[in-house]
């Protein structure tokens, strides 16, 4: 996952640009996916192995939870820390590689968390299987997994050349945020995301490229069987409020 790694420490100074409003999005995210965690009070520790910049995590702790957050992405863990530290949370940012979760003491979590489409970015479906049986080992028994990712599905079959741009105003400043999709094959594409926005200089962008495979929710709610948990259903936007299908089961 080096291109990985390297284009989200590439990212990092721009991340929150992508919503709309990011401190906005950490509040609404968090409210989501509370309900679908045991209270702060009953859950004990709970790790979120695909943290970013800590949208979730940072919510979260807001809530009560007791949170720790790994990322593979140095750059945007050391924000993560900054960011925690200037809402006065208290939350354990960590490098680590969600295919292995070596510094994440097995049979500690309540929860394991994965969202953002963080899976997709393993390029097969045996990575996929050996980071969802590093997660089951990571969770107490009858522990929650929570994952979310694209709903694939149709997007394989139209292979689009690009997702719609997405336009913000920031006060008297103007945002665009778009990508270009290269597929390579029919799982497989470079994402190139295109971050251009006003400033008090006038307008920049920033450029950032990865890769990504593509798979449906139902093969990795398949995967994440196979990888032992049980109790697992796949929970649509409509039934969450969450932006992708959520993938929960239980250890």
Same mark, same amino acid.
């Given at each position: 996952?080096?291109?990985?790694?390297?284009?989200?420490?590439?990212?990092?100074?721009?991340?929150?640009?992508?919503?709309?409003?990011?401190?906005?999005?950490?509040?609404?995210?968090?409210?989501?996916?509370?309900?679908?965690?045991?209270?702060?009070?009953?859950? #004990?520790?709970?790790?979120?192995?695909? *943290? #970013?910049?800590?949208?979730?995590?940072?919510?979260?702790?807001?809530?009560?939870?007791?949170?720790?957050?790994?990322?593979?992405?140095?750059?945007?863990?050391?924000?993560?820390?900054?960011?925690?530290?200037?809402?006065?949370?208290?939350?354990? %940012?960590?490098?680590?590689?969600?295919?292995?979760?070596?510094?994440?003491?097995?049979?500690?979590?309540?929860?394991?968390? *994965?969202?953002?489409?963080?899976?997709?970015?393993?390029?097969?479906?045996?990575?996929?299987?050996?980071?969802?049986?590093?997660?089951?080992?990571?969770?107490?028994?009858?522990?929650?997994?929570?994952?979310? /990712?694209?709903?694939?599905?149709?997007?394989?079959?139209?292979?689009?050349?690009?997702?719609?741009?997405?336009?913000? =105003?920031?006060?008297?400043?103007?945002? %665009?945020?778009?990508?270009?999709?290269?597929?390579?094959?029919?799982?497989?594409?470079?994402?190139?995301?295109?971050?251009?926005?006003?400033?008090?200089?006038?307008? =920049?962008?920033?450029?950032?490229?990865?890769?990504?495979?593509?798979?449906?929710?139902?093969?990795?709610?398949? /995967?994440?069987?196979?990888?032992?948990?049980?109790?697992?259903?796949?929970?649509?936007?409509?039934?969450?409020?969450?932006?992708?299908?959520?993938?929960?089961?239980?250890?």
């Amino acid at each position: 996952m080096t291109n990985t790694t390297l284009a989200y420490d590439n990212l990092t100074p721009f991340y929150h640009l992508i919503f709309q409003d990011w401190h906005s999005s950490i509040e609404r995210q968090a409210s989501i996916i509370s309900r679908l965690l045991p209270s702060p009070e009953e859950a #004990g520790p709970v790790l979120d192995c695909a *943290c #970013g910049i800590g949208t979730q995590a940072l919510g979260l702790a807001a809530l009560g939870y007791e949170m720790e957050g790994t990322d593979i992405s140095p750059g945007e863990v050391e924000r993560a820390q900054r960011e925690a530290a200037s809402l006065g949370l208290s939350v354990g %940012f960590r490098a680590d590689d969600m295919r292995t979760l070596t510094t994440s003491e097995p049979g500690r979590y309540a929860a394991v968390m *994965c969202m953002d489409n963080s899976l997709p970015h393993l390029d097969s479906d045996e990575e996929i299987s050996t980071a969802l049986k590093a997660m089951r080992t990571r969770l107490k028994p009858n522990g929650t997994l929570l994952l979310s /990712l694209r709903d694939y599905g149709k997007l394989m079959l139209d292979r689009p050349a690009m997702m719609p741009p997405a336009f913000f =105003q920031d006060g008297v400043f103007r945002r %665009f945020v778009h990508q270009v999709w290269d597929w390579t094959d029919e799982r497989r594409y470079r994402f190139h995301l295109y971050l251009t926005f006003e400033n008090a200089l006038g307008w =920049q962008s920033h450029h950032v490229t990865g890769t990504y495979r593509a798979i449906t929710p139902d093969e990795v709610a398949a /995967l994440t069987e196979k990888a032992g948990f049980k109790s697992v259903r796949t929970v649509s936007p409509d039934e969450s409020g969450y932006y992708q299908p959520i993938i929960s089961a239980v250890a």
